[in-house]
């Protein structure tokens, strides 16, 4: 069965850097694109990045555009998030999520890991 | 960027109701939407998308509908295991969220 598996959150301090990552099993990885999404405790849902199925190109919330990078290693299954210069809106728990379609990205997402709470905070 | 907007913000209902929930996008979007369920503490779960296709294994009593701008998800018999907040989703470009639809038991 599908299985998406995130890590690397926690407390931070404005402005420094943290690196997530979500290990994915039960699919071929290397098939799909797959997307980072944040949700604000109590709060709505934010798309935050995107890379294709091999990396090929990536896409990011203006919110988030310079100062996040997103990539992947499909050796590992792995997909990682570099979060820089962090602030306290970025506070949030992150979900890798993978998406629908083969290849190339459809945007809209099947399968979700159970995230990983960063906060923010001096 | 496209915007995103749902009412009810929140719905008060009890099980056997049928509800409705409105989703509307600031510019036309086609039928490239979907539809998630989110319980507390749990990933979002996707339920319908190209607006109207019921994703495998979601019961019959969700269905989607709409396009352009308007889109309505509705439950035909509320079950206990409905109550949840709805999100309303464009994928016409990049992705948005709507704020969210509260489904509590009256």
């Known amino acids: 069965q599908v299985q998406l598996v995130e890590s690397g959150g926690g407390v931070v301090q404005p402005g420094r850097s943290l690196r997530l990552s979500c290990t994915a099993s039960?699919?071929?990885?290397?098939?799909?694109?797959m997307h980072w999404v944040r949700q604000v405790s109590g709060k709505g849902l934010e798309w935050v990045a995107v890379i294709w199925h091999d990396g090929s190109e990536k896409y990011y919330a203006d919110s988030v555009k310079g100062r996040f990078t997103i990539s992947r290693d499909n050796s590992k299954n792995t997909l990682h998030l570099q979060m820089s210069s962090l602030r306290a809106e970025d506070t949030a728990v992150y979900y890798c999520?993978?998406?629908?379609?083969?290849?190339?990205?459809?945007?809209?997402?099947?399968?979700w890991g159970q995230g990983t709470l960063v906060t923010v905070s001096s | 960027d496209i915007q995103m907007t749902q009412s009810p913000s929140t719905l008060s209902a009890s099980v056997g109701d049928r509800v409705t929930i409105t989703c509307r996008a600031s510019?036309?979007?086609?039928?490239?939407l979907a539809w998630y369920q989110q319980k507390p503490g749990k990933a979002p779960k996707l339920l319908i998308s190209?607006?109207?296709t019921l994703e495998s294994g979601v019961p019959s009593r969700f269905s989607g509908s709409g396009s352009g701008t308007e889109f309505t998800l509705t439950v035909s018999s509320l079950q206990p295991d409905d109550f949840a907040t709805y999100y309303c989703?464009?994928?016409?470009?990049?992705?948005?969220f709507g704020p969210g639809t509260k489904v509590e038991i009256k």
């Open positions: 999520a993978r998406d629908q379609r083969l290849w190339r990205p459809a945007y809209y997402f099947d399968y």
């Open positions: 510019q036309t979007i086609n039928i490239w």
């Open positions: 190209q607006a109207s």
């Open positions: 039960g699919f071929s990885f290397s098939f799909y694109a």
């Open positions: 989703q464009q994928y016409n470009s990049y992705s948005t």
